[in-house]
């Protein structure tokens, strides 16, 4: 997928979801707010009830969903006929959308009244929700080729050296340049002496202070009377620096850490679709079918 192409893919998944939810929640605004007595008496509760056409629709179309991205998603990564077919990448982002906006629809399908049974699968659900936007962070921080497949060590070493070698020759660094890119990608204390809170702070915090970290480079440069131009490259080529190090230093951990990210996010997948399955049943057995 070309990169304009992706970019609009991407938009319209965030338009499609925020739109949808807006426009729900928009719609049933006056219902949803309304004390949980004095529904029965609103006029929109025949349709918004979790057994009307509406609300049962959005539980419907929302778990879905969460199923049909869970299955797509899976498959990709499982089956090797479909290794070619799309980058992972995008499998991954569609994945989200299905599972986040889902989830939204159950959401408004349950009218923000949670008991009972169904509410294990509801809270499973919301930790699934949460779990799947960490491993997110992790899943990133694992360099991917471009069908998906982790890259060694030895990849991003190359790509690193490959960065370096243009700056030496294209712009003149010098080693006490480059260990200045270096010391904005990496922690102040051994990596392997970190725990996890410490690794995802570290992180966090150093995504968030890149800029700043950078200005006494870029200071530097420009008193050496480099063009903005030329400078614009570099801050690109640094920023990729800073990432392929701190991903070198980090690699094995982050693999670490998304292996025991899947031991907690799939017990809440099994314990909802579960559950789910059960409370599908319920409803198909007291004639709950909404349009079918």
Known sequence: MAKDVHKVYVFFLIAAGLLSTL???IHGAGYYTTPLEDRPFHPQYISLKPTGLLGQGYGIIGSLMITVGVILYSSRKRWRALANLGRIKNWLEFHIFLCLLGPILVVYHTTFKIGGLVAVSFWS????VLSGVIGRYFYVQIPKGIHGNELSS?????????IAETLRKQFG??????????SAA????PVADMGLMEVITFFVINDLTRRSRLHTLFETLERRGLQAQMLSR?????SRRIMLTRRIAFLQQFKKIFHYWHVVHLPFSIV??????IHVGVAIAFG????F
């Open 186 to 189: 990496l922690p102040s204390k």
């Open 288 to 291: 709950y079918t909404w349009i």
């Open 272 to 277: 909802m679709f579960v559950i789910l399955s």
């Open 154 to 162: 030895q990849d991003l070493v190359t790509e690193n050296e490959r």
């Open 234 to 238: 570099i801050r690109v080529m640094a």
């Open 125 to 128: 659900m919301a930790a699934v």
């Open 173 to 182: 660094f010098d080693a006490d340049l480059l260990k200045l890119i270096d």
């Open 23 to 25: 426009v729900i929640g």
